[in-house]
């Protein structure tokens, strides 16, 4: 493993597959952008030469384009944004393994076009992601941060203040009813909420029946529900489903999480609509900003909200941040990588590049 650029010190005793006669003996190059597990650190450096990323940030875009100029394998995560022109100056590059699963930040076409493969984790994130959502709905539904902010100000014990809303018996909204939304349903069960869900696909599109969820109309659900949590990826339908518009049509007081993604929900709105007081309260784990694929995206978390610490809650993406999650998942786009490297069909493949040849078989996508 190395902190420098592979082409100042190469070392060379295991062939990429695809590469060129002229780099017979190159071990093949990988680049994690982020900060991995050590036994992941191990487990690439049997075989390749590691460059790795071992600090808390984002490498900056210059240093990241050089360190994946040479690169046959590259490991992405949340804030990496992969691009056609990103793409262009590395020649090299096989296969972009995500350690996530929304890969709204990965121009997967533009990997196609060029022969990547692009890879992401299914089922990894799904539980983590969920439990965080239920924890910020009780969260905001009973006031824990602010309780919290009042004890270390010197105010604990009971005073007749901070009273909150009870999930029991309420009516809870699930914007999206895939794997993320019917984890989320499982766990809030418990509350003997009646439990909404919208979504265009069926609901059991993965193959697996949720918990008893009754299946509404968006509008419906906005109309009905105490609560409403987002658990959608961002895509084409997806931008901005929640406008203003259909802010305003919540009930009022209501509750609204989102775990999905930032552009999901307008967020200039539902601050709006906090300082109106028609909505009761907003919980986020990610936000506008984050939306890499977006030229138009906000440059960071509206300050209004920041500003707003009774009536908001945040939380800075800390969906899969479980530390047995992150390996495995780690674990899987690193093993993505090594079988792309072998000219297997990687795990999570979510395209098929024309160039890995016919003796590939096309991946299930
Ligand atoms: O939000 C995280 C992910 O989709 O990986």
Redesign the pocket.
């Known amino acids: 493993m190395t902190d420098t650029h592979p082409m100042d010190a190469p070392s060379m005793d295991r062939l990429a597959t695809d590469v060129p006669p002229a780099d017979m003996g190159r071990r093949p190059v990988v680049v994690l952008t982020h900060r991995v597990h050590r036994p992941i650190l191990d487990m690439l450096s049997t075989s390749c030469e590691v460059i790795a990323n071992q600090s808390d940030e984002s490498l900056p875009p210059s240093e990241l384009r050089r360190r994946a100029a040479g690169a046959d394998g590259l490991m992405a995560f ?1 804030p990496d944004r992969i691009t056609a022109e990103f793409l262009d100056e590395c020649p090299r590059l096989q296969v972009v393994a995500g350690a ?3 890969h709204d930040n990965i121009d997967v076409d533009a990997c196609t076009e060029r022969g990547i493969w692009v890879t992401r984790v299914e089922d990894l ?1 799904t539980e983590p992601t969920a439990e965080l959502a239920a924890g910020l709905l009780i969260g905001l539904a009973r006031n824990i941060p602010a309780g919290d902010r009042s004890v270390r100000a010197g105010r604990a014990g009971w005073r007749p203040t901070l009273y909150g809303t009870t999930l029991v018996g309420s009516t809870i909204g699930l914007v999206g009813a895939g794997r993320l939304g019917r984890a989320v349903a499982r766990l809030l069960r418990g509350f003997e909420a009646t439990i909404l869900c919208s979504d265009p696909a069926p609901v059991s599109s993965a193959g697996e029946e949720g918990p008893e969820m009754e299946r509404v109309e968006l509008s419906e659900l906005l109309e009905r529900s105490d609560s409403v949590v987002v658990c959608a990826p961002l895509n084409a339908h997806t931008l901005h489903l929640l406008d203003r518009r259909r802010l305003e049509s919540m009930r009022p007081g209501s509750l609204l999480v989102n775990v999905g993604r930032g552009s999901v929900v307008d967020e200039s709105a539902v601050a709006e609509l906090l300082r109106c007081g028609h909505l009761g309260g907003f919980a986020a784990d ?1 936000f506008e900003f984050e939306d890499l694929s977006r030229s138009d995206r906000p440059a960071g978390v509206p300050e209004d909200l920041v500003a707003m610490p009774d009536r908001t809650l945040l939380t800075p ?1 800390l ?2 941040a479980v530390a047995s999650a992150r390996i495995q998942i780690e674990e899987h786009a690193a093993r993505a990588i090594l079988q792309v490297l072998a000219r297997e069909v990687p795990d999570g493949a979510v395209n098929r590049p024309p160039r890995t040849g016919s003796a590939v078989p096309t991946p299930a996508v």
Do not use: A, I, Q
Request: aromatic content about 0%; cysteine-free; overall charge positive.
């Open positions: 949340m996530l699963k929304g994130l990610v993406h969906g899969s």
